[in-house]
């Protein structure tokens, strides 16, 4: 295809029930729901949504799962509402739409999730036809959060891989997001997916888990563990670029030896309502930039500006807005 244009992103299709609470109780113990609200939640619905809210003037493209119920038709909704397409966001009988329950703290905006994997986890190689899209980018996630992408592939080691390698065989560049799980997996999910990716972002806890180092410790963010996990992401077979993202900022390292780095928002005291979706917004600040060939360093603020604008509400994606006003809080408040 002589010219592309635009991102398809597929896997996780998620609604969030984000419950707003008092406080984090022990175990038996009572926190008071202070306010209850649904949206989106999973990493394409999530970005596809911010890109969309942020203005992105190219073509964006679904793919995934989602029940034959009422949260499925309310996500089909959603993207018909943005002029997301749909021809590759499917419907099933077989299992419900995903939900979770993001629970957020007041005073701190921490989230906890429990989640049903429902729908996302039948998602499988054959539900992407790369064929029948123009599009320039393929993004996916959340790898480790869909049990048929993270099986086995006898040819690319995960099934997921398998499908990088597809896209990439079509002509799209591929990037990746993983899910922050507590577990040993990520070495044995991740590794294999990386020869056939492109971009790959990740938060410095995810990084961490997949390189065997220890990135933060506390508060303390150790920068030349971070430098060497990106290296050693590269090495395992990253074809262009590693982007790290925590809450100082973010920072991305090229095949090349480039290197960018960019502080976050310096945000003012009672602006944060909540944390849920902020890797999301950074991640689609970030592919708005990488999509239009922007400088890496432009690409990174564009990410820490869509992340601030991102905390001003407890939702992954409501707090969006077109990307010069996401900008200009980088203007009005500066960075760390």
Known sequence: MASRNGILAGG???IDHVKLIDTWPTQDALANILSSSLGTGGSPYNIL???????????????GL???DDYGRKVLADCQRLGIATPQLLQTSEAPTSFTDVMTVQSTGRRTFFHARGANA???????DFSKTSAKIFHLGYLLLLDGMDAPSPTHGTVAAEVLARAQAAGLRTSIDVVSEDSDRFAKIVRPALPHVDLCVMNEFEAGRVTGHAIRTGDKLDRDALRQSMADLLGAGVRERVVIHFPEGGCALGRDGSWAEHSSVRLPEGYIRG????????TAGFLLGWHNEQPVAECLRYGVCAAAANLSDETCTNGLRPLPECLALGEKFGFR
């Open 12 to 14: 996780n299709w998620i």
């Open 275 to 282: 944390a849920a979706g902020a890797g999301d917004a950074f």
């Open 122 to 128: 039948l998602l499988s190689s054959p539900h992407f």
């Open 66 to 68: 989602v029940g034959n």
């Open 49 to 63: 949504v911010d890109l969309a809210l942020m203005g992105a003037s190219f073509p964006l493209e679904a793919a």
